[in-house]
Structures are given as C-alpha cells and as structure tokens.
C-alpha cells in the first residue's frame, strides 16, 4: 500500500515569516514528487513538481526532496494570507502512466 | 495550456437517479485520466484510472457497476454515478497529465443527492 503522510495542521505563520510544509512517503519506487495548493471547495491548483534530489525554486516557493530519507518539503517565503489553504503533497511513480497518490494535507492559516 | 475543463460545477439530484459528469483537455489529447472523489475535511481519493479506448481500472473498494467510466475519445472522458444515494454526495474530481508539466485537474464536480 503506497502512503504519504502528511501532518494535517493547521500550521499557522505570521504575515512574512517562512512556512515549512513537509511530507513522506513509503514507496521508494516514487520518482515525482508534486505540491498541490487547495482552497476550500476548489479543486486542486499545481505549485510545483521535483524529480530529482535537492532543492527547486519557484518565486517564493522552493520544494526539497531528499529520496534517500524519503521526504518531500515545501517552504514558502514571505508568506501572505492569501497562502492560506491546504497544501496537498502527492506522489508517482512514473510521470504521465501512473496514478497521483495524495498525502491527507497540511492546513496553513497565514495571519497578518 | 493543460486545461481541463469539467461540467457540470454543482449537480443535485434525488436518490435512484443518474448524474453523468464530463471531464475534457481542451488543448492536448490525454490518454489517461483519472476520476477523485473527495469528502470534506479529507483528501483526495482516488476513484479510478481511465483509458482512452479501454476499460477504466478501478482502485480497491470502488464499485464498477456504481461508477461507470467512459473514455471513447482522447479529449473526453465521462463519469456516470448511477443509482445515487445520498452517501455518493462528494466533490469529484478529473485529473489528466501532460508530459513536462504534471497532472492537471478540472474544477471538480460538486454532486449532492437528496
């Protein structure tokens, strides 16, 4: 049974300050690692994906994977309220054949 | 580009009927989509796989019968919830993947049965 776990929340940040999203996964099979954004009755938007090991950065948001440890995470800088949402880390084995797997989702509360 | 479009956004219907829910990638062909079904407070579940030109593969627990999945063409695929009960009121999900830039999904589906 392939897992991602995720700590659901919430995880609440001042306005500005770093939020730390991590997760993890038990299929080492896994090659590409996605973190989804969701607001409440939205369906999910795409942030970012990584393949490899070490870091990727996107604007603010810059995702970490370390297969060895088997661990995923999102950091995002200078966090606004709008960045309030659930955070969705999902996972698969081989990119465009296999099904998405999604971790149950961190809640992140960003207030001003 | 990789959008994918879902109708209908809100569906009610009284228990015993069928909902029919369309999924279609409106600028590439997707050979395989995948059907969520997510209850509130949860995450996403994964329904189904489906197949263009093909049968869907079901995930364990997911009736065949119940979810009937049709993928007759590499832009649409269809996800027909027969004989629903009010148990079957979720938010439903389309997903379809493009090569380089991930799984894309559609603007979900929110189904409710009265």
């Known amino acids: 049974q392939k897992e991602v776990e995720q700590n659901s929340g919430p995880l609440s940040v001042p306005e500005g300050a770093i939020a730390s999203l991590n997760c993890t996964y038990s299929?080492?099979?896994?090659?590409?690692f996605f973190w989804y954004r969701q607001y409440s009755g939205k369906s999910p938007e795409l942030i970012m994906f990584i393949y490899s090991n070490g870091d990727k950065e996107d604007g603010r948001f810059t995702a970490q994977l370390n297969k060895a440890s088997q661990y995923v995470s999102l950091l995002i800088r200078d966090s606004q309220p709008s960045d309030s949402a659930t955070y969705l880390c999902?996972?698969?084995?081989?990119?465009?054949?296999?099904?998405?797997?999604f971790g149950t989702g961190t809640r992140l509360q960003v207030f001003p | 580009g990789a959008v994918v479009s879902q109708h209908p956004s809100r569906v009610i219907c009284k228990s015993g009927t069928s909902v029919k829910i369309e999924c279609r990638s409106l600028?590439?062909?997707?050979?395989?989509m995948f059907w969520y079904r997510q209850f509130p407070k949860q995450s996403l579940m994964l329904m189904a796989t489906?197949?263009?030109?093909?049968?869907?593969?079901?995930e364990q627990g997911v009736e065949k019968d119940k979810f009937l999945i049709n993928h007759a063409s590499l832009t649409l695929s269809t996800l027909t919830v027969t004989s629903a009960h009010p148990e079957d009121s979720s938010f439903y999900i389309c997903s379809a993947v493009l090569e380089n830039y991930g799984y894309t999904f559609g603007s979900g589906t929110r189904l409710t049965v009265v």
């Open positions: 489906s197949n263009e030109g093909s049968k869907a593969t079901y």
């Open positions: 600028d590439f062909q997707a050979t395989t």
């Open positions: 999902a996972v698969a084995t081989f990119l465009g054949t296999d099904k998405l797997i």
């Open positions: 299929d080492r099979g896994s090659q590409s």
